[in-house]
Protein backbone atom coordinates (compact mmCIF):
# COMPACT_ATOMS: atom_id res chain seq x y z
CA UNK A 1 0.00 0.00 0.00
CA UNK A 2 1.36 3.11 -0.84
CA UNK A 3 2.40 5.40 2.36
CA UNK A 4 3.64 8.56 3.17
CA UNK A 5 6.35 9.24 6.06
CA UNK A 6 7.21 12.49 7.79
CA UNK A 7 10.14 12.64 9.98
CA UNK A 8 8.99 14.81 12.84
CA UNK A 9 5.86 15.09 14.64
CA UNK A 10 7.08 18.43 16.12
CA UNK A 11 9.27 21.24 15.13
CA UNK A 12 10.50 24.09 17.36
CA UNK A 13 12.58 26.79 15.97
CA UNK A 14 13.93 30.11 16.66
CA UNK A 15 13.81 32.95 14.34
CA UNK A 16 15.90 33.05 11.58
CA UNK A 17 16.87 29.29 11.99
CA UNK A 18 17.06 27.08 9.16
CA UNK A 19 14.09 24.50 8.42
CA UNK A 20 14.20 21.15 7.00
CA UNK A 21 11.25 19.07 7.04
CA UNK A 22 11.74 15.41 5.33
CA UNK A 23 9.27 13.53 3.87
CA UNK A 24 9.95 10.19 2.50
CA UNK A 25 7.13 7.81 0.41
CA UNK A 26 7.01 3.98 -0.18
CA UNK A 27 6.35 3.63 -4.14
CA UNK A 28 8.23 3.69 -7.14
CA UNK A 29 6.84 5.23 -10.70
CA UNK A 30 5.80 8.50 -11.84
CA UNK A 31 4.95 10.23 -8.80
CA UNK A 32 3.49 13.62 -8.49
CA UNK A 33 4.42 15.61 -5.04
CA UNK A 34 3.05 18.22 -3.20
CA UNK A 35 3.81 20.39 0.03
CA UNK A 36 0.77 21.74 1.73
CA UNK A 37 0.42 24.16 4.92
CA UNK A 38 -2.33 24.61 7.08
CA UNK A 39 -1.92 27.84 9.32
CA UNK A 40 -3.97 28.02 12.71
CA UNK A 41 -7.36 28.59 11.78
CA UNK A 42 -6.95 28.72 8.05
CA UNK A 43 -7.43 25.41 5.28
CA UNK A 44 -5.23 23.76 3.75
CA UNK A 45 -3.13 25.83 1.25
CA UNK A 46 -0.70 24.56 -1.89
CA UNK A 47 3.10 25.20 -0.96
CA UNK A 48 5.11 24.27 -3.77
CA UNK A 49 4.89 20.88 -6.29
CA UNK A 50 7.01 18.66 -8.00
CA UNK A 51 6.01 17.16 -11.63
CA UNK A 52 8.34 16.97 -13.55
CA UNK A 53 11.94 18.47 -14.64
CA UNK A 54 14.23 20.41 -12.47
CA UNK A 55 14.43 18.77 -8.76
CA UNK A 56 14.53 21.66 -6.44
CA UNK A 57 11.27 23.34 -6.76
CA UNK A 58 10.53 26.77 -5.22
CA UNK A 59 7.20 27.59 -3.86
CA UNK A 60 5.65 30.78 -1.55
CA UNK A 61 7.31 32.20 0.89
CA UNK A 62 10.53 31.13 0.80
CA UNK A 63 10.45 27.51 0.63
CA UNK A 64 12.09 25.27 -1.29
CA UNK A 65 11.96 21.23 -1.89
CA UNK A 66 14.20 18.66 -3.42
CA UNK A 67 12.96 15.64 -4.89
CA UNK A 68 15.17 12.88 -4.71
CA UNK A 69 14.36 10.10 -6.58
CA UNK A 70 16.82 7.43 -5.55
CA UNK A 71 15.60 7.98 -2.12
CA UNK A 72 11.82 8.50 -2.40
CA UNK A 73 12.39 11.68 -0.88
CA UNK A 74 10.99 15.39 -0.91
CA UNK A 75 12.24 17.26 1.92
CA UNK A 76 11.24 20.66 2.66
CA UNK A 77 13.41 23.60 3.13
CA UNK A 78 13.36 27.39 4.07
CA UNK A 79 16.75 29.26 5.04
CA UNK A 80 15.49 31.33 7.38
CA UNK A 81 12.01 30.63 9.33
CA UNK A 82 9.99 33.75 10.55
CA UNK A 83 7.21 33.74 13.22
CA UNK A 84 4.85 33.54 11.09
CA UNK A 85 5.67 30.72 9.30
CA UNK A 86 4.24 28.49 12.65
CA UNK A 87 1.88 25.78 10.83
CA UNK A 88 1.26 22.78 10.28
CA UNK A 89 3.12 21.03 7.35
CA UNK A 90 1.97 18.25 5.17
CA UNK A 91 3.53 16.19 2.34
CA UNK A 92 1.14 14.50 -0.79
CA UNK A 93 1.78 12.23 -3.07
CA UNK A 94 0.45 11.17 -6.08
CA UNK A 95 1.46 8.23 -7.51
CA UNK A 96 0.30 7.60 -11.27
CA UNK A 97 1.09 3.54 -11.12
CA UNK A 98 -1.87 4.07 -8.34
CA UNK A 99 -4.42 6.03 -10.03
CA UNK A 100 -5.53 9.39 -9.13
CA UNK A 101 -5.80 9.58 -5.66
CA UNK A 102 -3.48 11.33 -3.19
CA UNK A 103 -1.98 10.33 0.40
CA UNK A 104 -1.25 12.72 2.54
CA UNK A 105 1.74 12.42 4.70
CA UNK A 106 0.88 12.69 9.09
CA UNK A 107 2.20 16.50 9.25
CA UNK A 108 4.73 18.22 11.10
CA UNK A 109 3.79 21.12 13.63
CA UNK A 110 6.16 23.68 13.09
CA UNK A 111 6.47 26.49 16.24
CA UNK A 112 8.76 29.16 15.17
CA UNK A 113 9.37 31.38 18.80
CA UNK A 114 9.67 35.48 18.11
CA UNK B 1 -12.04 33.44 -7.64
CA UNK B 2 -14.26 32.24 -5.16
CA UNK B 3 -12.89 28.95 -3.41
CA UNK B 4 -14.43 25.89 -2.08
CA UNK B 5 -17.38 26.31 0.53
CA UNK B 6 -18.97 24.01 3.18
CA UNK B 7 -21.42 23.92 5.36
CA UNK B 8 -21.72 23.52 8.33
CA UNK B 9 -18.01 24.85 9.64
CA UNK B 10 -19.51 22.45 13.02
CA UNK B 11 -21.42 19.79 13.70
CA UNK B 12 -22.37 17.92 17.27
CA UNK B 13 -24.47 14.72 16.93
CA UNK B 14 -25.46 11.88 19.16
CA UNK B 15 -23.66 8.52 18.21
CA UNK B 16 -26.27 6.54 16.37
CA UNK B 17 -27.31 9.44 14.39
CA UNK B 18 -27.31 10.58 11.05
CA UNK B 19 -25.31 14.18 9.47
CA UNK B 20 -24.50 15.36 6.21
CA UNK B 21 -22.20 17.59 5.06
CA UNK B 22 -22.49 19.81 1.40
CA UNK B 23 -19.64 20.93 -0.64
CA UNK B 24 -19.32 23.46 -3.64
CA UNK B 25 -16.00 23.08 -5.29
CA UNK B 26 -14.57 25.56 -7.14
CA UNK B 27 -16.19 26.83 -10.96
CA UNK B 28 -14.75 24.57 -13.61
CA UNK B 29 -13.65 22.27 -11.26
CA UNK B 30 -13.83 18.46 -12.56
CA UNK B 31 -12.49 16.69 -9.40
CA UNK B 32 -13.80 17.15 -5.88
CA UNK B 33 -12.56 15.41 -2.70
CA UNK B 34 -13.86 14.53 0.55
CA UNK B 35 -11.22 13.39 3.30
CA UNK B 36 -11.55 12.86 6.90
CA UNK B 37 -8.48 14.31 9.06
CA UNK B 38 -9.01 13.01 12.60
CA UNK B 39 -7.19 15.59 14.97
CA UNK B 40 -3.13 14.67 14.90
CA UNK B 41 -3.13 12.92 11.45
CA UNK B 42 -3.24 13.83 7.80
CA UNK B 43 -5.87 14.06 5.79
CA UNK B 44 -7.73 10.60 4.13
CA UNK B 45 -9.18 10.19 1.36
CA UNK B 46 -12.70 9.14 1.44
CA UNK B 47 -13.71 9.18 -1.93
CA UNK B 48 -12.90 11.04 -5.62
CA UNK B 49 -15.19 12.29 -7.91
CA UNK B 50 -14.31 13.03 -11.88
CA UNK B 51 -17.49 15.03 -13.05
CA UNK B 52 -20.13 13.08 -11.50
CA UNK B 53 -18.44 9.70 -11.26
CA UNK B 54 -16.83 7.98 -8.73
CA UNK B 55 -12.68 7.62 -9.36
CA UNK B 56 -11.50 5.92 -5.83
CA UNK B 57 -13.93 5.77 -2.95
CA UNK B 58 -11.85 2.33 -1.86
CA UNK B 59 -11.43 3.90 2.09
CA UNK B 60 -14.96 4.96 2.37
CA UNK B 61 -16.59 2.90 4.70
CA UNK B 62 -19.75 2.00 2.58
CA UNK B 63 -22.04 0.40 5.75
CA UNK B 64 -22.36 4.18 7.16
CA UNK B 65 -20.95 6.68 4.72
CA UNK B 66 -22.11 7.79 1.38
CA UNK B 67 -21.66 10.61 -1.18
CA UNK B 68 -23.40 11.72 -4.47
CA UNK B 69 -22.32 14.52 -7.06
CA UNK B 70 -24.74 14.00 -9.10
CA UNK B 71 -25.02 16.65 -11.42
CA UNK B 72 -20.95 17.12 -11.43
CA UNK B 73 -21.05 20.28 -9.65
CA UNK B 74 -21.66 20.42 -5.59
CA UNK B 75 -21.55 17.03 -3.44
CA UNK B 76 -22.54 15.97 -0.25
CA UNK B 77 -21.48 13.53 2.25
CA UNK B 78 -23.75 11.46 4.93
CA UNK B 79 -22.66 9.36 7.58
CA UNK B 80 -25.37 7.22 9.15
CA UNK B 81 -25.46 5.82 11.47
CA UNK B 82 -22.19 7.67 13.14
CA UNK B 83 -19.96 6.43 15.28
CA UNK B 84 -17.60 7.46 17.97
CA UNK B 85 -14.38 7.45 15.39
CA UNK B 86 -16.35 9.50 12.68
CA UNK B 87 -15.07 12.56 15.56
CA UNK B 88 -12.82 14.60 12.55
CA UNK B 89 -12.56 17.20 10.29
CA UNK B 90 -14.39 16.39 6.92
CA UNK B 91 -12.46 18.36 4.23
CA UNK B 92 -13.96 19.03 0.64
CA UNK B 93 -11.37 19.89 -2.20
CA UNK B 94 -11.48 20.33 -5.45
CA UNK B 95 -9.24 20.57 -8.88
CA UNK B 96 -8.95 20.97 -12.15
CA UNK B 97 -7.84 17.06 -13.05
CA UNK B 98 -6.94 14.31 -10.86
CA UNK B 99 -3.16 15.07 -10.33
CA UNK B 100 -3.27 18.96 -10.38
CA UNK B 101 -2.76 20.44 -7.01
CA UNK B 102 -5.85 21.24 -4.71
CA UNK B 103 -7.81 23.71 -3.25
CA UNK B 104 -9.34 23.04 0.18
CA UNK B 105 -12.44 24.06 1.87
CA UNK B 106 -12.78 24.95 5.38
CA UNK B 107 -13.85 21.94 6.65
CA UNK B 108 -16.74 20.62 8.78
CA UNK B 109 -15.66 20.28 12.61
CA UNK B 110 -17.84 16.89 13.60
CA UNK B 111 -17.85 15.78 17.51
CA UNK B 112 -20.09 12.67 17.90
CA UNK B 113 -21.52 12.25 21.62
Known amino acids: AQSVSQHNHHVILSEAASLELGCNYS??????LFWYVQYPGQHLQLLLKYFSGDPLVKGIKGFEAEFIKSKFSFNLRKPSVQWSDTAEYFCAVNAENYGQNFVFGPGTRLSVLP | EAGVAQSPRYKIIEKRQSVAFWCNPI?????LYWYQQILGQGPKLLIQFQNNGVVDDSQLPKDRFSAERLKGVDSTLKIQPAKLEDSAVYLC???????????FGDGTRLSIL
Open chain 2, 27 to 31: SGHAT
Open chain 2, 93 to 103: ASSLQGNQPQH
Open chain 1, 27 to 32: YGGTVN
